[in-house]
């Protein structure tokens, strides 16, 4: 639909754009085929919130990993219930179930790059693969990945990912929150300012970074969504290129 250098001129455009301002041009540019994916902690709430409305019914995913913490699906549930979100759970591709059951306990803490890999990067692939459009909420402000990512980002596959929030702060988002009465992550409160899966999260000091919390001491900072890792379509490919042992034959 676009051409490398409209994608380039127009991301350059959206800098000065507000997220309601690029989330109303992608709903319009691509519906119906397109998603957004959230985590539903406390810092995804003000681009669920936004794209909801500008669009109720747009298509949200959500990775079931298998891991999370219970208070995430509670409120995953009662927050798709209280807004009428159209919230679509994704699971890991059920080849690999007989392999994961085996390692349940272990492969988040012995190999967290495939673990992620299995759990969040490959359904994501396959949930997308129907879509135009993919609209996602990472800032600069969060890793030293994310710093260097562009609002509109051509994947190689002809997927269009959209970063609205990209410019925004972590002030940005309190004050969105406080100003729209957004709730928060049960698990906020009590330290947890970025939740991911239980085994790789934990609570933080209120000195910490945001993210601080999560694959703490592993030398891990992304999960593999918005990262090179997203590029690959075969267990193999992540295997050689982040020095996996072959686990999966």
Request: aromatic share 10%.
């Amino acid at each position: 639909m676009f051409l490398t250098g409209d994608i380039k001129r127009l991301s350059n455009e959206f800098e000065t754009k507000t997220p309601q301002e690029i989330i109303r041009w992608a709903v319009d540019t691509f519906w119906p085929q397109i998603a957004l994916s959230s985590s539903f902690q406390t810092q995804s709430m003000p681009l669920l919130h936004i794209a909801s409305q500008i669009r109720r019914d747009i298509l949200v995913f959500f990775l079931d990993t298998g891991y999370h913490f219970w208070d995430t699906l509670i409120f995953r549930e009662q927050l798709g219930s209280e807004w009428h979100l159209n919230v679509l759970d994704i699971y890991r591709d059920t080849r690999w179930d007989a392999f994961a059951r085996q390692h349940t306990r272990t492969l988040p803490l012995e190999d967290p790059d495939l673990c992620c890999f299995l759990h969040k990067v490959q359904p994501m692939q396959k949930a997308l693969k129907d879509m135009v459009a993919w609209i996602s909420g990472i800032r600069r402000d969060q890793t030293s990945v994310r710093a260097h990512a562009k609002i509109l980002e051509l994947q190689p596959d002809g997927l269009l990912k959209i970063n609205p929030m990209l410019n925004w702060t972590r002030a940005d988002v309190q004050r969105y929150a406080e100003e729209n009465q957004l709730p928060a992550h049960p698990l906020f409160a009590k330290g947890y300012r970025s939740v991911g899966c239980a085994p790789c999260t934990v609570a933080i000091s209120t000195n910490d970074d945001d993210r601080a919390g999560r694959w703490r001491g592993r030398g891990k900072v992304e999960c593999g969504l918005h990262t090179d890792m997203f590029q690959h379509k075969d267990i193999s490919e992540v295997q050689k290129d982040f020095h996996l042992d072959p686990l999966v034959k």
